[in-house]
T-cell receptor, first 116, second 115 residues
């Protein structure tokens, strides 16, 4: 398996523009996570899906952020409108969750977002 | 609330010396604990995990971690450090209250191994 695939790897956009980040989880994994990493705040969980259903979105910073998982092999994280403070590395991760909580998550390479 | 703490922002070690990266946790119930490593401009890579059983867990690249229930710790160790081990290390705990699979990460510790 190619692992978790994220696109694009880098995104530079102007303030106010819409940004869409994409993720393809590992085949067979039923849990998907979106994390954001910054120097100031470290690694933050934004949203977590299980079987394509959002379970916990308490980490989504505000209404400008939205995430979808239309099927088991694809998820998007959208920021509209984008702001400079959204600049960060966004990671997608997936795991095979059998309801026991003992499985590790596998991370993608991340998308480095710069909003100017 | 479930949490992990990594008390050291940075650990410096000479190549060939043993290394320890510290992690303490706070959970209700039995903890599921993980260590990840992040190399520059890369995603996080899984190193090892503790679920149950032997307190000493062995993982990738010669790393191991010792689970200590009385001290609520899960320190990462390696007998002989390599310059290539220099990276950012994260300890994480699974939110086992809900069994939903949510991973909670520490702030990370930068390991610097000098030749």
């Amino acid at each position: 398996d190619a692992g978790v695939i994220q696109s694009p790897r880098h995104e530079v956009t102007e303030m106010g523009q819409e940004v869409t980040l994409r993720c393809k989880p590992i085949s067979g994994h039923n849990s998907l996570f979106w994390y954001r990493q910054t120097m100031m705040r470290g690694l933050e969980l934004l949203i977590y899906f299980n079987n394509n259903v959002p379970i916990d979105d308490s980490g989504m910073p505000e209404d400008r952020f939205s995430a979808k998982m239309p099927n088991a092999s694809f998820s998007t994280l959208k920021i509209q409108p984008s702001e400079p403070r959204d600049s960060a590395v966004y990671f997608c991760a997936s795991s095979e969750d059998r309801g026991l909580g003992n499985t590790e998550a596998f991370f993608g390479q991340g998308t480095r977002l710069t909003v100017v | 609330a479930q949490s992990v703490a990594q008390p050291e922002d940075q650990v410096n070690v000479a190549e060939g010396n043993p290394l320890t990266v510290k992690c303490t946790y706070s959970v209700s119930g039995n903890p599921y604990l993980f260590w990840y490593v992040q190399y520059p401009n890369r995603g996080l890579q899984f190193l090892l995990k503790y679920i149950t059983g032997d307190n000493l867990v062995k993982g990738s690249y010669g790393f191991e971690a010792e689970f200590n229930k009385s001290q609520t710790s899960f320190h990462l160790k390696k007998p002989s450090a390599l310059v290539s081990d220099s990276a950012l290390y994260f300890c994480a705990v699974r939110d086992n209250k809900s069994n939903t699979g949510k991973l909670i990460f520490g702030q990370g510790t930068t390991l610097q191994v000098k030749p």
